[in-house]
C-alpha cells in the first residue's frame, strides 16, 4: 500500500480560508445561514470553518450542527457487521433557512442523498449547498455535485482518498491511498 500527498496542512489551510470567503460572498453575515457537518468526518472541516468564519471573518452567531445519516443509507442493511450510529445535534429549525452540508469527501453521492432525507426531519430548508474538502470525481453513482470544493481529485477505483485532520489523527493532510 502507497500513499502519495494531495494536500498538506498549509493548502488545506488555503483551501478553508477560499471555502470560507465563498461562504461569505453568498450568505453574508449568515443570518439565514446553517451550517451542518455530516457525521463522522464531515464534523471536522464544519468545525474548522465555523472557527475561521468566526475569528478571520468575524462573522458572528453561525448555527452549527452535525447529521449522523447512518440509518438513512440505502445499504445500512447490507453489511455483516450491524452499524453504529454517530449523533445527530441540531438545536434549530431548518424550516426557510439556507443549509450547507460540509463533508470532507465526495464520492459517490449517496452520503449526500440520505442527508437530504435526513434533514427533512427539522424542517424544510429553503435551499440546501454541498461544501466539500475533496471532490472525486469520476467515481458518482448519483447526480450530486458540490457548489463548493477545495479541490477535486480524479482517483480511480482501487484508491482510495484520506483526510487526516489534526483534531482526530494528528496531523493536517490528504493522501491518495493505492492499495
Not at 47 to 54: D, F, G, I, P, S
Not at 115 to 143: K, M, W, Y
Amino acid at each position: 500500500m502507497s500513499q502519495k500527498v494531495l494536500l498538506n496542512a498549509t493548502e488545506i489551510n488555503i483551501a478553508l480560508n477560499r471555502l470560507a470567503c465563498q461562504l461569505i460572498e453568498k450568505h453574508d453575515d449568515f443570518s439565514k445561514t446553517v451550517l451542518i457537518g455530516i457525521q463522522p468526518r464531515g464534523v471536522f472541516l464544519a468545525e474548522r470553518l465555523k472557527t475561521l468564519l468566526e475569528s478571520e471573518y468575524k462573522i458572528k452567531d453561525i448555527k452549527l450542527g452535525y447529521l449522523d445519516i447512518t440509518f438513512f443509507r440505502d445499504d445500512f442493511r447490507r453489511g455483516q457487521k450491524p452499524l453504529e450510529a454517530n449523533k445527530t445535534k441540531i438545536n434549530f429549525i431548518v424550516e426557510d433557512k439556507n443549509v450547507v452540508f460540509i463533508d470532507d469527501v465526495l464520492f459517490t453521492g449517496r452520503s449526500i442523498r440520505s442527508a437530504l432525507t435526513a434533514v427533512q426531519s427539522f424542517g424544510r430548508p429553503l435551499e440546501i449547498e454541498l461544501l466539500t474538502l475533496i471532490d472525486r470525481r469520476f467515481s458518482r453513482h448519483l447526480p450530486i455535485q458540490p457548489d463548493y470544493r477545495g479541490r477535486q481529485v480524479d482517483a480511480i477505483n482501487g484508491e482510495k482518498v484520506k483526510v487526516c485532520w489534526k483534531e482526530n489523527d494528528g496531523e493536517d493532510a490528504v493522501y491518495l491511498v493505492k492499495n
